[in-house]
């Protein structure tokens, strides 16, 4: 169902106008709003509603209330609205776009149209103002991408705006499909973090959304859309091709995000990669690439290293075996030795690597451990703190400290 909303003086009238997505003047994306350039005394009427509204200075709030709760009881979940608006009265068309858009959220209602009518005009011209309607729209994704780090709104009206565009032009305007790929790539970006995807967020192709969010934004016929574009654009200027700190930007988007146990996912695994990096610096091992930062056997043999160094300065009860694992390289053939490797790990890293394990643990565990952490908030607290804590490690290690 949709429904038609003229707005008059003193007045609002609500036309249902079934089957009106399959109007082929709603099919063409330059004459959308043509179907509000006709009188709506020939449309059907037998359902006709009629919401008057002349509001007093004595009892506002109350009769804004019931407007509202009016069109609330009228507008039908997901349907599609269509808004003729005049300039016969100001403060209606203010409530009833205001009345919208909070339907858009709790009725998921989409708005098909919103043409102005100019009576003081001689001329009396129509204009189509959909794209005020629009711009709110993204405003809003792009709000929630930048506090969140949510892309699905804005992946979803970039589909269905490129997807208009390239059906209008026929495939030939090529901004239709710079915005699908703008919105599929975000998602995908965000969801690799929601997802702790820690090979796919080290060599995601940063500078390939960047070009498509630089396209959409040199093509947008809204001004305001540049703005909003480049806060996503500041929202990621720290991650980018080829980037060996995408691991570590992609922890600090979970801190301001609150994704809380992907952080510490992707800390651990990060503090891996980190000695790792200087292992394989000290064993001479040759082209070592990101991708055999996924071999398990280099892995596991650094976390065992990690585990190991901290039994033996903490003086712990060790009942584990050391093992040598094996990485084969081309033709070569490394021994690595857990013993060997604990000594290049330095002692700071290794408490870092412990506590952020055994909180990890206990996020995973659901708490169903003893001596689990009760307190929500500390497991936030502490995520930062061993943020940082690895980051002026970092830094102290490339000063040579």
């Given amino acids: 169902m949709s429904k038609i909303i003229s707005v008059e003086e003193y007045a609002l009238y609500i036309y249902n106008k079934k089957d009106l997505e399959t109007n082929d003047i709603v099919d063409n994306i330059d004459n959308s709003c043509n179907l509000l350039n006709y009188e709506l005394d020939k449309f059907d009427t037998s359902d006709l509603k009629i919401i008057k509204f ?72 129509v204009f189509d103002i959909t794209s005020l309607d629009t711009i709110l729209s993204w405003t809003k994704a792009i709000d929630k991408f930048v506090h969140n780090g949510d892309s699905k709104e804005i992946r979803k009206l970039a589909e269905k705006r490129g997807n208009l565009i390239s059906k209008a032009s026929q495939g030939e305007n090529r901004y239709g499909a710079y915005l699908r790929s703008f919105g599929n790539n975000i998602e995908r ?116 290293s990690l585990i190991y160094k901290f039994i033996i300065e903490h003086d712990l009860e060790n009942n584990r075996d050391t093992e040598i694992y094996e990485f084969i390289k081309g033709d070569s053939t490394y021994k690595l030795d857990v013993k060997e490797i604990s000594k290049v790990i330095d002692s700071e890293i290794c408490t870092i690597y412990k506590n952020v394990s055994d909180l990890r643990n206990d996020i995973n565990h659901a708490g169903y451990k003893i001596n689990h952490i009760q307190n929500s908030e500390k497991f936030k607290v502490s995520l930062e703190k061993h943020y940082i804590q690895l980051l002026n490690y970092i830094y102290r290690i490339q000063r040579n400290e």
């Fill in 189 to 304: 970006f965000t969801e690799y973090i929601q997802s702790s995807r820690g090979y796919e967020i080290d060599t995601f192709q940063y500078d390939k959304l960047k070009y498509y969010i630089e396209e959409v934004k040199n093509g947008s016929p809204m001004p305001p859309m540049k703005p909003l574009l480049d806060m996503i654009l500041n929202k990621i200027e720290d991650f980018g091709s080829e980037n060996l700190y995408n691991g570590l930007n992609a922890v600090k988007w979970c801190i301001d995000n609150n994704l809380t146990q992907q952080g510490y996912t992707l800390l651990r695994e990060n503090i891996i990669n980190i000695v790792i990096y200087q292992f394989i610096y000290q064993l001479n091992i040759k082209n070592f690439t990101i991708e055999d930062l996924k071999n398990s056997n280099v892995r596991e043999a650094v976390e065992d």
């Fill in 54 to 125: 002349r509001p007093t200075n004595y009892d506002m709030d109350n009769e804004i209330w019931e407007l509202f709760n009016k069109l609330y009881e009228l507008i039908d979940n997901e349907e599609t609205v269509y808004l003729k608006l005049s300039n016969k009265d100001y403060l209606i068309p203010i409530l009833t776009i205001t009345i919208l858009s909070y339907l858009k959220v709790v009725k998921n209602i989409k708005i098909g149209c919103i043409s102005y009518l100019d009576n003081k005009s001689d001329l009396k011209p």
